[in-house]
């Protein structure tokens, strides 16, 4: 179904479709976004499959909360 979707002359199209409406100003602060996107997916994912850490329990959560308060005064 998606064999021929990334050949150059289409990967080719997209970037000249990309480059009109953001223009080349903002290009490569999209670039930096979708990197940046990217990078967080896989490393959710990448938690997700090794079990990632639990959530805190009230306990921690308590001593977090009063050691960030503490930092704030």
Request: glycine fraction near 10%; aromatic fraction near 6%.
């Amino acid at each position: 179904m998606f064999e021929g979707l990334f050949q150059p002359s289409h990967l080719l199209l997209i970037l000249l479709i990309v480059l009109i409406i953001f223009g080349p100003g903002k290009l490569p602060e999209v670039g930096a976004a979708i990197g940046r996107s990217i990078r967080e997916f896989r490393h959710s994912v990448r938690d997700d499959t090794t079990g990632g850490e639990t959530e805190p329990s009230g306990t921690a959560m308590r001593e977090q909360l009063s050691h960030s308060t503490q930092q704030q005064q």
